[in-house]
């Protein structure tokens, strides 16, 4: 079973950075976070902003960060740092499998994979979203566990090779021409 969002995910994100900025949420894209340090009442964020390369702080009540914890630690200070490393926090991991390959396989940007027999949770077509200049596919397959629960890269392409296969349309070997992973 394939799905996706009623008018593409850009719809939901769209959706979603409206409602969080109504709530007074300040989003700030472009924008690489050099550290972060808790202050008395408040957290200071360092920024410089890519392109420009201007910088500045932040004062902010709460950050939310998507970040994978090991790029998240290196942002704070070591006295916080120690504390979270001690709890032993889980955090999920996430390994993509890119695929170059001659046609599409979804009409759709974005595909949820619920329920269908892969370790893979979406499929993203990013050729939908801006074509490859030689009008090839480019496929991204999706899938997190817990730390040290994913399995390597050579792993991860011979699942996708088989999950590829697998499609009502299969891939065959002709239509796929690179796999890379990336984690």
């Known amino acids: 079973a394939l799905a996706s969002f009623p008018g593409g995910s850009k719809d939901l994100i769209e ?48 950050v939310l960060s998507a970040l994978p914890l090991p790029v998240a630690l290196d942002l704070l200070p070591a006295e916080l740092t120690r504390d979270i490393t001690h709890r032993k926090i889980r955090y999920l991991d996430a390994t993509v ?45 999706a899938r997190y566990g817990t730390h040290g629960s994913l399995e390597d890269g050579a792993s991860s392409e011979e699942e996708a090779l088989g999950f590829l296969r697998s499609l009502p349309k299969p891939m065959v070997d002709g239509d796929i021409l690179r796999l890379d992973t990336q984690t």
């Open 97 to 141: 499998v890119r695929v170059l390959c001659r046609r599409s396989v979804s009409p759709f940007y974005f595909t949820a994979l619920p329920g269908v027999e892969t370790p893979f949770v979406a499929l993203v077509e990013g050729s939908q979203l801006r074509p490859h200049p030689k009008g090839l596919s480019v496929l991204y397959l």
């Open 15 to 62: 959706a979603l950075l409206s409602s969080a900025r109504r709530s007074g949420v300040q989003i700030q894209l472009s924008t690489e976070v050099t550290r972060i340090e808790r202050k008395a009442d408040s957290w200071a964020v360092s920024f410089v902003e890519r392109g420009s390369g201007s910088g500045g702080t932040w004062n902010a009540k709460r």
